[in-house]
C-alpha cells in the first residue's frame, strides 16, 4: 500500500460547483498536512496548512483532516476558472523528517 | 522582490553530458530542497541541504551531485550516471529549525530533456 494515495482525475466542473479533493494515507504517524497548488508549468505554493485533525477555512478554501479515518479533503466553493490547476496533498511525520506528496488531482473549470 | 529563481527554463542534455541546473533564493532561508516531478507522479526528493556545506540525500539521489557553498545557492547537476533524466526539476526552500515541517516555498521549475 502506497503512503499516499490521491486520485489523478482529471475532475471536470462547471463554474461555481464546490469541488472536493480528496487524499488517504496508510502512515498514522503523519501530523502535518498541506495542499498545494501548481499551475501548469510552474512551481508549486502553498494554499493551506493543517496540524492533526479538524478543519480550517481561508476564503474560498476549506481543508478538513480526519486522523481517525486517515483522510484529508480540500474543498474549494464557487469555483472559478482560475482555480484549474494540479492540486498536491503533502504530509509530514511528528519528527519532521520525511515529506511525502501525492501524485496530485487536476482539476479543470470551465465558464 | 523576494522569491526563487531557478535557470535556465529549459535544458537540453546529449548522451553522456553533465548537466547544472541553478537554483538561487533571497529569502534568508537556510533549508534549501531539489524535486523531481515525472508526468503524474507526485514530488520526489533528490538532495536537501539544512545549513551551508552541509546536504543529505533524498530518496532518489543516484545520479544526482549538489553543492552548498553559499546560503543562498544550492545548484544541482545531473550526472551522465542518471539514465533517466527527462523531467521537471524543482527548486525549494525553507527556514530550517522545524524540518520537514516547515514550508516550502519552490522555484519555477526547470525543465531537462534529453536530445
Known amino acids: 500500500q502506497k503512503e499516499v494515495e490521491q486520485d489523478p482525475g482529471p475532475l471536470s466542473v462547471p463554474e461555481g460547483a464546490i469541488v472536493s479533493l480528496n487524499c488517504t494515507y496508510s502512515?498514522?504517524?503523519?501530523?502535518?498536512f498541506m495542499w498545494y497548488r501548481q499551475y501548469s508549468r510552474k512551481g508549486p505554493e502553498l494554499l493551506m496548512y493543517?496540524?492533526?485533525?479538524g478543519n480550517k477555512e481561508d476564503g474560498r478554501f476549506t481543508a478538513q483532516v480526519d486522523k481517525s479515518s486517515k483522510y484529508i479533503s480540500l474543498f474549494i466553493r464557487d469555483s472559478q476558472p482560475s482555480d484549474s490547476a494540479t492540486y498536491l496533498c503533502?504530509?509530514?511525520?511528528?519528527?519532521?523528517?520525511?515529506?511525502?506528496f501525492g501524485k496530485g488531482t487536476t482539476l479543470s473549470v470551465s465558464s | 522582490d523576494g522569491g526563487i529563481t531557478q535557470s535556465p527554463k529549459y535544458l537540453f542534455r546529449k548522451e553522456g553530458q553533465n548537466v547544472t541546473l541553478s537554483c538561487e533564493q533571497n529569502?534568508?532561508?537556510?533549508?534549501m530542497y531539489w524535486y523531481r516531478q515525472d508526468p503524474g507522479q507526485g514530488l520526489r526528493l533528490i538532495y536537501y541541504?539544512?545549513?551551508?556545506?552541509?546536504?543529505q540525500k533524498g530518496d532518489i539521489a543516484e545520479g544526482y551531485s549538489v553543492s552548498r557553498e553559499k546560503k543562498e545557492s544550492f545548484p544541482l547537476t545531473v550526472t551522465s550516471a542518471q539514465k533517466n533524466p527527462t523531467a521537471f526539476y524543482l527548486c525549494?526552500?525553507?527556514?530550517?529549525?522545524?524540518?520537514?515541517?516547515?514550508?516550502?516555498?519552490f522555484g519555477p521549475g526547470t525543465r531537462l530533456l534529453v536530445l
Open positions: 525549494a526552500s525553507s527556514i530550517s529549525t522545524g524540518g520537514m515541517k516547515e514550508t516550502q516555498y
Open positions: 502512515n498514522s504517524a503523519f501530523q502535518y
Open positions: 493543517t496540524y492533526s485533525s
Open positions: 503533502a504530509m509530514v511525520n511528528q519528527a519532521g523528517t520525511a515529506l511525502i
Open positions: 529569502l534568508n532561508h537556510d533549508a
Open positions: 541541504s539544512q545549513i551551508v556545506n552541509d546536504f
